[in-house]
């Protein structure tokens, strides 16, 4: 079964910068495709990023298109989000997960917070 932890979120200014991680567990990592998924309070968990299973292919949500990437080292199991001129709207825990098919156990997420 694989395991997803994420990390690196915290608090930063408008037009600042965050590096997420996430690391997994598990044999298949390499054959997945990944995401990364946010959920602002009140809101419902929603879609931002994902690559293929080598990263060469990613797609992106509008709302952050130019300026997140993301990549992966699947030597390492790690997926990554760059996050470049962060917005308040960016406010949000930020997961990882298979993609288009979620595995049905999600991590704990990390929070990203970012200030006007």
């Not at 054959?31 to 990613?58: D, H, I, L």
């Not at 997140?68 to 308040?88: A, G, H, K």
């Amino acid at each position: 079964q694989v395991q997803l932890v994420e990390s690196g979120g915290g608090l930063v200014q408008a037009g600042g910068s965050l590096r997420l991680s996430c690391a997994a567990s598990g044999r298949l990592f390499a054959s997945y495709a990944m995401g990364w998924f946010r959920q602002a309070p009140g809101k419902e968990r929603e879609f931002v990023a994902a690559c293929n299973w080598s990263g060469g292919r990613t797609y992106y949500a509008d709302s952050v298109s130019g300026r997140f990437t993301i990549s992966r080292d699947n030597d390492r199991n790690t997926v990554y989000l760059q996050m470049n001129s962060l917005q308040p709207e960016d406010t949000a825990v930020y997961y990882c997960n298979k993609y288009p098919a979620t595995l049905p156990s999600w991590g704990q997420g990390t929070q990203v917070t970012v200030s006007s």
